[in-house]
């Protein structure tokens, strides 16, 4: 076995070749970015290395941490109603017999496939049609909507695991509804639960284009202000921030992943 | 006797045109182990889902000890049902699955950890309490869903096919088991099977269902000896069964012993049975092949009612202890007919009775059985 395994490292292989290149393309512009954050002068000469531009970032960047604040609060709250709603919902049609049934799971998963620049358009129609005034409110509205198919689906695909008996049995041995719900179903799906809200958090704290459209003055996120920023040339603090946001995300990463294990392996 | 008497009475239960149960009553006895047996589809599982509260009859009643129990749900039936896909709790512990009930019932710690302590004893799963059911074999898993049912004492224990999922030797050691777990805790059990051996093996009576009807209610030994329709005979263990018709009727004793005509075999077939029979008569005959004696000379008949006929063995197959034959009748049209010799004497040359061998094959008047068509 180990014999060949041994062959096909030392070959050639056209694997090989494209992981390379892949990789390359991938990174190396991260690479570029993350090497002229630590220069100490504008533009893509190299002069010296300092930490002028984190120290911009962290201490003369009042509104970027703003547009992040924005981000955190869009992200956390449309997160955990998306969770709520998408969860719910999943729970529901898969359980419930009325009418309708299919249609809506189909709606449902609109938001997933239709273009954002629509999303976007047709939430600003509707909000300016029922004369709400765009803000931090409007873009939780349109990230709970956005967000809400990837739990459903992804507590949808748990629950087609779930053995319908279960219920049966847990109705059979005395627990009405309501606790069959939190003592059996809930925890069963928890880790779908689980990964569709990280999944909403990462979407919502990365989308762009749905709160270009549905952002007013003083709402932007994190996103929005780095566009804003490149407008007006590339600052060397947004190079900064890049490398901590890269940071940040691979710190998460790792958290979660052990995390997301220790919640699998207890199920 | 713990436990309750379970009445059905007229149930019927239709998916759209498919009658799932037709008018089906029966009383089962406190305590009693009773199987409902038949082949899938034949509405065992239906009836037991509307006793456990899963399903409703569109008419009819079911009550225990003569208390009408339709319109409770199913928690508040004193019964439990053990689940063919064993239905655990995945995200509980062995001992979780076992406590879930009284937890829910908001019992104290210490009442939960004995109770729960005394039926992981009864099903013996001491060392395993810890252990999530993915880490569980298959036996395992039912015997946490037979304690789980069980730690709410219920009056009337419903088994939904509990072994299928479950190899042979498994399913034959789990299912002596049940039967001393029936000995000990003294409910009602009601167990639903298509495994007619399972049936036979632990029952104290069984009620063989076919298209939404019970078709006969008796011990194991009524039910496999003196079968009451066709679709019994063959249903349970293996049996040769011909149409035939009447000749004469005649008083016997306390029974009566008719003459058949059966076309199948070519010849006159004597028969008692406890019912007289008009002449003319269209009914089946059955005869199990255990009761058929086969041996390569006549049988020293002196009795006239002995069945005899002259055949060429077309299979024989070995399977260890016994070997089952088809004879094929030496006259038109040869007919085949199953026999089962068990092989009690070691012989150097081998089995007695070879391949391609001119036999005899017999039986007593009173070892056949007449039956009816089920259809009707």
């Known amino acids: 076995m180990s014999h060949h395994r041994n062959t096909l490292k030392t070959s050639f292989s056209f694997s090989y070749t494209m992981l390379s290149l892949v990789i390359v393309f991938l990174f190396i512009p991260l690479f570029v970015v993350v090497f002229f954050s630590f220069n100490s002068v504008k533009g893509m000469q190299w002069e010296s290395a300092s930490l002028i531009w984190y120290k911009t970032l962290i201490y003369e960047s009042p509104s970027l941490w703003a547009a992040f604040r924005n981000s955190l609060l869009i992200a956390f709250t449309s997160s955990i109603s998306a969770t709520i709603l998408g969860s719910l919902a999943a729970i529901g049609i898969k359980w419930y017999r009325f009418k309708g049934r299919s249609y809506i799971t189909t709606v449902s998963y609109l938001p997933m496939v239709l273009p954002e620049v629509i999303i976007g358009i047709s939430m600003l129609i509707f909000f300016s049609a029922v004369k709400i005034r765009l803000g931090l409110f409007t873009i939780f509205v349109a990230h709970t909507t956005f967000n809400l198919p990837f739990v459903f689906m992804m507590v949808s695909a748990r629950l087609d695991e779930f053995d319908y008996s279960t219920l049966e049995a847990a109705r059979d041995l005395g627990a009405n509804e309501r606790q069959t719900l939190l003592k059996v179903i809930v925890p069963s799906i928890i880790p779908a639960i689980l990964s569709g809200f990280l999944m909403c958090i990462t979407m919502s704290l990365e989308d762009f284009v749905i709160t270009f459209f549905v952002s007013g003055p003083g709402s932007g996120t994190l996103p929005l202000y780095v566009y804003s920023m490149i407008r007006y040339g590339v600052s060397p603090v947004i190079n900064a921030l890049t490398f901590v946001m890269i940071l940040g995300t691979m710190l998460i990463a790792f958290f979660f992943r052990k995390f997301l294990k220790t919640v699998a392996a207890s199920s | ?376």
């Open chain 2, 1 to 376: 006797m713990k436990g309750v008497e379970v009445t059905a009475q007229r149930v019927s239960r239709s998916y759209g045109d498919f009658k799932a149960l037709d008018n089906v009553s029966v009383q089962i006895k406190k305590g009693e182990f009773f199987s409902l047996l038949g082949p899938s589809g034949c509405g065992k599982t239906t009836l037991l889902r509307i006793i456990a509260g899963f399903d409703f009859p569109d008419s009819g009643s079911v009550a225990f000890d003569n208390k009408d129990i339709l319109p409770l749900p199913p928690e508040k039936r004193q019964a439990n049902t053990v689940f063919q896909t064993y239905a655990l709790f995945p995200h509980l512990t062995v001992y979780e699955n076992i406590a879930f009930p009284l937890r829910l019932r908001r019992t104290d710690k210490a009442t939960v950890e004995q109770k729960v302590m005394e039926y992981v004893k009864l099903v013996q799963l001491e060392g395993h309490i810890n252990k999530k059911p993915s880490m569980l074999s298959g036996g395992q898993k039912q015997r946490v869903a037979i304690a789980r049912a069980l730690i709410n004492e219920p009056s009337v224990l419903l088994l939904d096919e509990p072994l299928s999922a479950l190899d042979a030797k498994l399913r034959q050691n789990l299912l002596v088991e049940l039967d001393l777990i029936h000995d000990k805790v003294g409910i009602t059990f009601i167990y639903v099977t298509h495994d007619q051996s399972e049936a036979l093996s632990v029952s104290d009576r069984i009620a063989v269902m076919n298209q939404g009807k019970i078709l006969q209610i008796g011990t194991p030994y009524e039910i496999y000896e003196a079968p009451a329709t066709r679709f019994v005979a063959s249903f349970i263990g293996e049996t040769n069964i011909f149409p035939c018709t009447v000749l004469s009727c005649e008083a016997h004793g306390e029974e009566f012993l008719l003459r058949l005509d059966v076309p199948q075999l070519q010849d006159e077939v004597f028969v008692t049975d406890f019912e007289a029979q008009e002449v003319g008569a269209s009914l089946d005959f059955t005869v199990r092949p255990e009761k058929i004696r086969i041996s390569h000379t006549p049988p020293r008949s002196n009795n006239a009612t002995m069945n005899t006929f002259k055949g060429i063995v077309e299979e024989p197959i070995y399977s260890g202890f016994q070997s089952k034959f088809f004879i094929k009748l030496e006259k038109e049209p040869s007919t085949l007919v199953k026999v089962f010799k068990q092989h009690t004497v070691f012989l150097e040359e081998g089995p007695e009775i070879q391949w391609k061998d001119t036999v005899y094959v017999s039986w007593s008047a009173n070892d056949g059985y007449l039956v009816k068509d089920t259809e009707q």
